[in-house]
């Protein structure tokens, strides 16, 4: 066994650095009103656009007129800051590590851009990997001046990665569909958690008997293992309290169609059950040939002056700076305090009717149907676990619905017999939402429709939301991304906001003809 930590590392190795008072801070999530909120976009092996997400994103909230700090934290191949052609500030003196001046080696970016701190440029040993600890890093990210600060993590998972992701404000998990991506999602949700655990507020106490539960770990343990591995009460005590606190993120990449997509809430659910953590899914973001060929020419920032790109940056952009949205749409309750069928699906019990259906099934098709992804993840065992638990919470979501539904029946009556202003606005938020967005952009049903290449009674049918004049399904997707793309809406959430106003209506019908 390869220890996680240097074999004659003292006592105080992780804490010596830093005030006590400033781990209970980092532990519990406490920010002060003018400290910045800390992102960070890890996980998912190399190449799954994880730096161009965070450049994007960064971007996009940077347009916003925030202050940004990007900091690449790769300290081997600095993506962004090679692609940008950074190179360390001559005028800094010292190293990042003595330096007072933090800003000393921060490169501003021109307007609309973020700033820049590439941390392989302010080593002072090029070949050697330096001393730093993710709490004195995070402190001092935490005293700079900016609204937001968005670190790129690199592909390798080690303990100071791991702490990094744990410790910020929004961890976001960027993986593709592809086994070796989910595989090392997976290594870094593990890592983050055990790490997560070493910078307790009481680890301190314990920190040889928790630095030598964590070199006993197998680079594949469950729920089950961790547990074993801490077993003394304290200690796990602290395990228990880290997966209560710990809140990440998904991100979905490169998905090329609607299995692929639907893949983020099953994966989600999957580590739920193998690691007692259930990211909350904040985007699947379909392939585009057009962007990667600029990545691949090496061209970042080329995209993000406009179309699907842009529209990319901006979407993630809404999630992180509108975070509690997200958080209420898809609330965690630890798996042993479940009570409701919706706790199990994530899901918001206030959603409509179906809305929840959407998300059963998608988790439902998801672990039925044989997917080289998640057969790679997911054991036959607990497969058939899982199975089990949804055919529970099906039967049980049955009758909730039924009951929800003969309690207040007029309701889903009134919103379909209205008139289409407003339909659109009560029945059909998407619809309202392209007819505000278009209007606020100034841009006419006719130039839309010129944009966009559809034909103007479309553009208002899906306006108004006459849904006997609405396009077949099929065409009606790609009528609402082309929509989407000229808007800059995000097309997957639009398109399934949309699918699910048309069934609550046809649903509403159905009723009023009884």
């Known amino acids: 066994m390869v220890s996680l930590f240097a074999p004659d590392r003292p006592p105080g190795y992780l804490y010596a650095d830093i005030p006590r008072s400033n781990v209970n801070e980092l532990n519990d999530r406490i920010r002060g009103p003018l400290e910045p909120v800390i992102i960070a976009f890890g996980g998912g092996g190399g190449g799954v656009g994880r730096s161009t997400l965070a450049l994007d994103t960064g971007s996009a909230v940077a347009r916003r007129a ?11 191949n600095p993506t962004i800051a090679d692609r940008m052609k ?11 590590d003595s330096s007072e001046d933090d800003s000393a080696f921060i490169v501003s970016g021109p307007r609309g851009r973020p700033d820049v701190l590439s941390l392989a440029h302010i080593r002072d040993t090029p070949l050697l990997v330096p001393g730093w600890r993710a709490s004195s890093l995070i402190a001092r990210l935490r005293s700079l001046h900016y609204d937001y600060i968005i670190i790129d993590l690199p592909a390798e998972n080690t303990p100071l990665w791991s702490s990094l992701f744990a410790l910020t404000d929004i961890p976001i998990l960027v993986a593709t569909p592809e086994s070796h991506s989910v595989v090392a999602a997976t290594s870094l949700l593990r890592s983050a958690i055990v790490f997560g655990t070493l910078h307790h507020s009481d680890a301190r106490r314990w920190e ?6 964590a070199d006993a770990i197998r680079h ?23 997966l209560r606190r710990f809140h990440p993120y998904l991100v979905i990449n490169d998905a090329r169609d609607g299995s692929e ?9 999957a580590w739920s059950q193998m690691l007692g953590v259930r990211p909350r899914v904040i985007a699947a973001i379909d ?17 993000l002056e406009g179309g699907s790109d842009s529209a990319t940056g901006d979407n993630i952009a809404d999630a992180v700076t509108g975070i509690d949205r997200i958080n209420v749409a898809q609330p965690r309750v630890p798996n042993e305090e479940m009570t409701s069928p919706t706790e199990l699906l994530g899901i918001d019990p206030n959603a409509d009717t179906p809305t929840i259906k959407l998300v059963y099934r998608r988790l439902w098709e998801g672990f039925r149907r044989d997917n080289a992804v998640t057969r790679s993840l997911v054991s036959s065992n607990l497969r058939e676990h899982i199975l089990n638990q ?17 309690a207040a029946p007029a309701e889903a009556v009134r919103t379909i017999a209205e008139g289409p202003d407003r339909t659109a606005r009560v029945s059909c938020p998407a619809a309202w939402r392209i007819r505000d967005t278009r209007t606020n952009a100034g841009i006419t049903q006719r130039e839309l429709s010129s944009r966009t290449r559809i034909g103007l009674q479309h553009i208002q049918a899906i306006e108004d939301f006459t849904v006997d004049r609405l396009p077949r399904s099929v065409y009606l997707r790609g009528y609402l991304r082309e929509i989407a793309r000229v808007l800059e809406l995000d097309p997957e959430a639009l398109f399934d906001e949309y699918s ?6 046809r649903n509403a019908r159905m009723l009023s003809a009884d």
């Open 66 to 76: 925030r202050s940004v700090l990007l900091v690449d934290a790769d300290i081997w």
């Open 86 to 96: 950074l190179r360390k500030r001559t005028d800094a003196e010292g190293s990042f």
């Open 208 to 213: 040889r008997e928790l630095l030598d539960a």
């Open 220 to 242: 594949d343990a469950d729920l089950s293992e961790l547990f074993r591995a801490f077993e003394q009460p304290e200690i796990a005590a602290m395990l228990r309290n880290t």
């Open 261 to 269: 997509r639907d893949l983020a809430a099953v994966l989600a659910f």
């Open 287 to 303: 392939h585009d040939e057009r962007r990667w060929f600029h990545v691949r020419q090496g061209h970042l920032d080329r995209p």
């Open 390 to 406: 949804l055919e529970d919470a099906n039967r049980r979501l049955t009758r909730w619905l039924s009951e929800r539904r003969a």
């Open 500 to 505: 699910v106003s048309i069934l609550n209506a």
